[in-house]
């Protein structure tokens, strides 16, 4: 019903103008697991998202009430937070597998970068009243389709092919959330020239380059959320202890087991440290001594190789 088209009036110049509004809607949603979870009757939800998120120009909604609805310029987007174990244990798998998850960009911050006690303007920063203006802004001057120069498009024709190539000749496997990053980075262009504040649907080149420059960075830090996601047991154990490594550099074994001790029993986390200790991903020692095996000793020290690991 909230995409339904309708007729609505307004007042500009002291003169009432009629605008359509088409099948537009922003879904802001703070806990994402409510939303998308793994129950059953949410797996319709999660398809239907899906097949709006593409945009098409005309489509229709199917309501017990009100039979077939038809929609026009279909637009929809979210926003949404999810804690990392949120994501794995109540995502859906039709969001995994059914492509709702490569139309979106996943952010992800391990740590935080600002600590306050309570919400505050930091000075500098953009105040909610200076955003409003330039939304409002963006809104009345920048309109019709977007397209890049010459030099943007041959840019993007280069990454292109070589990141295809590399994809074909199976150089590495993309992750669920990577199959449309050609058409996030074109978004992502746009954006940023439309942030520019200035008339024109060019899309220069600076643009490509700082899009490409901001969601490679982006989905290098959602890598390491998104590793055990959709696995087995076992594969997000070990992605857990993995993470957990990298991030303290240094760790004990008494460490690890105090950190997973009510998910990990302690002879599946030796199983867990020998994988990673075989992958070359960290290596162990024991009283100075280097190891090759976990042997069981919470006084076992596991140093993260940033090199290490088979590509």
């Not at 490679?216 to 996601?229: C, E, Q």
């Amino acid at each position: 019903m909230m995409l339904r088209p309708e007729q609505r009036m307004f007042v500009q110049d002291h003169k009432i103008v009629v605008a359509k509004r088409s099948s537009k809607i922003t879904l802001c949603i703070s806990e994402l697991a409510t939303l998308l979870s793994k129950q059953q009757y949410m797996t319709g939800l999660v398809n239907d998202i899906t097949d709006l998120y593409d945009c098409r120009d005309h489509g229709e909604e199917v309501t017990r009430e009100r039979g077939i609805e038809p929609l026009e310029y279909i637009y929809i987007t979210m926003a949404g937070a999810i804690t990392p174990t949120g994501l794995e244990e109540s995502v859906p798998q039709e969001m995994l597998k059914g492509g709702l998850i490569s139309r979106m960009v996943i952010i992800y911050q391990d740590l935080p970068t600002k600590i306050y006690p309570r919400p505050l303007q930091i000075p500098g920063y953009p105040s909610l009243e200076s955003v409003a203006k330039k939304l409002a802004w963006i809104a009345y001057n920048h309109k019709g389709e977007y397209h890049f120069t010459e030099e943007a498009e041959a840019a993007f024709s280069e990454w292109y092919t070589e990141w295809k190539t590399h994809i074909v000749a199976g150089d590495y496997a993309l992750r669920e959330d990577e199959h449309r990053r050609d058409t996030t980075l074109r978004k992502i262009s746009m954006l940023l020239r439309v942030s520019e504040y200035r008339p024109g649907n060019e899309i220069t080149l600076q643009n490509f380059l700082e899009a490409k420059a901001i969601l490679d960075y982006t989905l290098n830090l959602s890598s390491r959320l998104l590793a055990g996601v959709g696995g087995t047991d076992f594969s997000k154990n070990l992605t857990r202890v993995k993470n957990y490594i990298e991030k303290r550099r240094t760790a004990t074994r008494r460490q690890i087991l105090n950190r997973f001790g009510y998910q990990i029993p302690s002879l599946e986390l030796t199983v867990l440290l020998n994988q990673l200790l075989d992958q070359g991903i960290i290596t162990g020692t024991l009283n100075d001594a280097p190891i090759l095996r976990a042997s069981g000793s919470p006084r076992e020290i596991y140093v993260y190789q940033p090199q290490g690991g088979h590509k």
